[in-house]
C-alpha cells in the first residue's frame, strides 16, 4: 500500500471518528445546539491527548517490555511514575492513570459515568493548566476542559450519552496519525469545524481556505527564516498562522494572536495543539484588539512588534461601542489613518480598515505582512482608505497585490485581494496580479457555491509573484510613480498594456475591405428603410380601419 493511500485511510478513519461524535449529540437531540461544538472538540482533544500521551510514554526505557501500556503505568509507584513522566516532551499532556480513556471504557455501565468523565476531563485541564491553558485579556487561564454531561439537560440520560462518547473514541485510534505532517492536521481540522464556523462576516468568525493560506504563506516567507514570531490581529481559527508557521518551521517560530471571539480561541487552542505549537499557547489571548491590544512591547509602553503577520480581519462589524474611543488621542498613533464614521448599515463599516493600520503600526523595521482586503479597497477614494495606500506606496512598504476569484471563500460573497508589504528594503514597484479569472467554480457543501483554485493554479500565482513577472492580462510590475500617477490605485487591471494588433495591407486589399464594409452597410440601410416604410404602410391601416 502506497503512503499515499495509507494517509487517505487515516485521514477517513478521523473523519468517520468525528461523524461518530455527531451522531452521538445528534441523536441526544443537540444537533445544531450552541453547545454542539464545545462537546465535539473536548471530546475530540481528550482522545487526541490520550493517545499522544501513550505513544510518548511507549518510547520510554520503562515501558520498552509493557504488553500493556495503560496497566504498566498504572502499576508504577508514585515516584517512579512521576521520575517516567519528567522524560515526556513538555507539550504532552500529563494523564494520571484514572482519567485515561482505557478506564473510561472499563466503568462504562458503572453508574455515575458522567460524573467520571467529568471529572476526568476536569482533572486533566488542571493538572496541565500552566501548559495547556490560554488567556483572557486580564489575564485569567481559560481551562483547557469544563465538561460534557452537563449539555445534557435530564440527569438521567447522561450516563447513556457519555458512555456513546466513551464508545465511540475508543473504536479509534491516533496512533497513525502521529506520523502525519501540516496537510493532514490542517485537513482534519477544517472538517472538525466545518459546521461550527459559519457565522459569516462576525468578528473573528471568518473561515480563510487553505489556499489562500497556502498562497500567502508561500509567498510572504523567505527560505531560512527562523526563531520568528507571527501574528494576526484578528486570528479566528488559526488558519493563516498555521501555514505561516508551517512554512518558517514550527519549531523555528512563535505565534501570537489575539480575537475577541471566545469560540474562536477555542479553535486556535486546537489547531495549536494539533500541529506542535503548543509553547503558542500562552501566547492566545480572548479580547478586542482595536480597542484592548494585549500583545505589548517588553517596556509595557505600546504595542509589541512582530517579524511576520497574517490576518484575514473583518470586513463588516458592528464597532459602534468602541468607535468614539478609537478615534481619541490615545489611539492616534495607531489609527494614523483616521477612524471609518459609523453608517446604519453593518455592510458598510469598514472595521478591516482599523485592522489595516493596527497591522501597519504592529510590524516590526524589516518585517513582512500579508492582510486579506476587499478588492474595492484597492481603488477607494474615500479618506481612510486612500491615506493608507498612500503611506504603503510613500514608505516603500508595498510589496504586491493578488486579487483573488470571486466566491474564493465560502462564508462571503465580497472580492478579496491579498496585500503584500515589507519593510526589510525600499521597494521601488510593486507586482500587482489579478488572478480573478482562475479556479473552477462548484458547490462546496450541496448549496453555496465557491471557487476552488487548482494546485497548478496556486503554483502559478505563488511563481510568477516570487518571480516579479509580468505576464499579459495577468500580473504587471508598477512602479511607485506609475501608482502615485493613478491616485495611488492597486488594481492591476489599470497597469495592464492596451494591445492594437496591426495587419499589413497593401492598398489595393485596403480598398476592397473598405468597398466590402461600405456595400454591408449600404444593404444595412436599404433593409431599414424597407421595414420603416413596411411599418408606415401598417400604422395607415390601422388609422383607417379605426
Known amino acids: 500500500m502506497t503512503e499515499a493511500s495509507t494517509n487517505e485511510q487515516v485521514l477517513a478513519a478521523t473523519k468517520a471518528m468525528i461523524d461518530g461524535l455527531k451522531t452521538v449529540c445528534a441523536n441526544a437531540g443537540l444537533a445544531n445546539d450552541s453547545s454542539e461544538y464545545k462537546i465535539i ?12 500521551f501513550l505513544f510518548e510514554l511507549r518510547k520510554l526505557d520503562e515501558f520498552a517490555d509493557a504488553e500493556n501500556i495503560e496497566e504498566a503505568y498504572a502499576a508504577m509507584p508514585q515516584t517512579e511514575r512521576e521520575l517516567a513522566l519528567l522524560q515526556l516532551p513538555t507539550a504532552t499532556a500529563v494523564i494520571k492513570p484514572d482519567y485515561l ?12 459515568l458522567a460524573q467520571t468523565f467529568d471529572a476526568a476531563l476536569q482533572g486533566i485541564a488542571d493538572d496541565n493548566m500552566d501548559i495547556f491553558s490560554v488567556k483572557t485579556g486580564e489575564g485569567q487561564a481559560i481551562r483547557l476542559f469544563n465538561g460534557v454531561s452537563a449539555y445534557i439537560v435530564e440527569q438521567n440520560r447522561r450516563d447513556n450519552f457519555c458512555r456513546a462518547l466513551v464508545n465511540k473514541l475508543a473504536d479509534f485510534s ?25 457565522d459569516s462576516g462576525t468578528y473573528g468568525e471568518y473561515f480563510t481556505p487553505h489556499s489562500i493560506a497556502t498562497i500567502i504563506a508561500r509567498i510572504l516567507v523567505p527560505a531560512g527564516a527562523s526563531n520568528v514570531t507571527v501574528y494576526d490581529p484578528a486570528a479566528g481559527t488559526g488558519t493563516l498562522v498555521l501555514a505561516a508557521a508551517h512554512q518558517i518551521g514550527e519549531d523555528r517560530c512563535t505565534i501570537y494572536t489575539q480575537d475577541r471571539s471566545q469560540k474562536a480561541n477555542e479553535f486556535m487552542r486546537l489547531n495549536l495543539i494539533l500541529n506542535n505549537l503548543v509553547h503558542s499557547l500562552p501566547n492566545v489571548v480572548h479580547d478586542d484588539t482595536l480597542a484592548n491590544p494585549r500583545h505589548l512591547s517588553p517596556s509595557g509602553h505600546g504595542i509589541r512588534t512582530f517579524d511576520y503577520i497574517v490576518s484575514n ?30 453608517t446604519s448599515k453593518p455592510e458598510k463599516m469598514e472595521i478591516y480598515l482599523m485592522f489595516l493600520q493596527h497591522l501597519v503600526a504592529s510590524l516590526a523595521k524589516g518585517g513582512r505582512a500579508a492582510v486579506v482586503v476587499p478588492t474595492g479597497f484597492l481603488t477607494a477614494k474615500g479618506k481612510v482608505p486612500l491615506a493608507i495606500r498612500a503611506r504603503l506606496v510613500d514608505e516603500g512598504m508595498l510589496r504586491g497585490v493578488v486579487s483573488m476569484p470571486s466566491n474564493i471563500f465560502a462564508n462571503t460573497g465580497t472580492n478579496v485581494s491579498i496585500l503584500f508589504l515589507d519593510s526589510s528594503e525600499q521597494h521601488e514597484s510593486a507586482l500587482l496580479m489579478d488572478a480573478s479569472k482562475l479556479g473552477e467554480k462548484r458547490k462546496a457543501d450541496g448549496k453555496n457555491q465557491r471557487t476552488f483554485l487548482s494546485d497548478e493554479e496556486i503554483e502559478r500565482i505563488v511563481t510568477t509573484f516570487n518571480a516579479g513577472e509580468s505576464v499579459d492580462d495577468f500580473s504587471v510590475v508598477a512602479s511607485y510613480e506609475d501608482i502615485k500617477a493613478k491616485g495611488y490605485s492597486f488594481s492591476a487591471g489599470q497597469y495592464f498594456e492596451v494591445k492594437i494588433d496591426y495587419v499589413d495591407l497593401t492598398p489595393e486589399e485596403f480598398n476592397a475591405k473598405l468597398q466590402k464594409r461600405m456595400d454591408t452597410l449600404n444593404d444595412l440601410f436599404a433593409e431599414g428603410d424597407r421595414l420603416q416604410k413596411e411599418i408606415n404602410e401598417q400604422l395607415k391601416q390601422v388609422r383607417y380601419d379605426g
Do not use: C, H, M
Open 101 to 112: 480513556l482505557s478506564r473510561l471504557f472499563n466503568q462504562q455501565n458503572t453508574e455515575g
Open 41 to 52: 472538540t473536548e471530546a475530540f482533544l481528550y482522545k487526541f491527548l490520550n493517545d499522544k
Open 313 to 342: 480581519p473583518p470586513f463588516k462589524a458592528d464597532f459602534s461601542d468602541t468607535r468614539d474611543a478609537l478615534a481619541g488621542d490615545s489611539y492616534r498613533s495607531r489609527f494614523w489613518a483616521g477612524v471609518p464614521n459609523i
Open 174 to 198: 491516533f496512533e497513525r496519525a502521529f506520523a502525519q505532517k501540516y496537510d493532514f492536521f490542517s485537513a482534519v481540522f477544517e472538517y472538525l469545524i466545518s459546521d461550527y464556523n459559519k
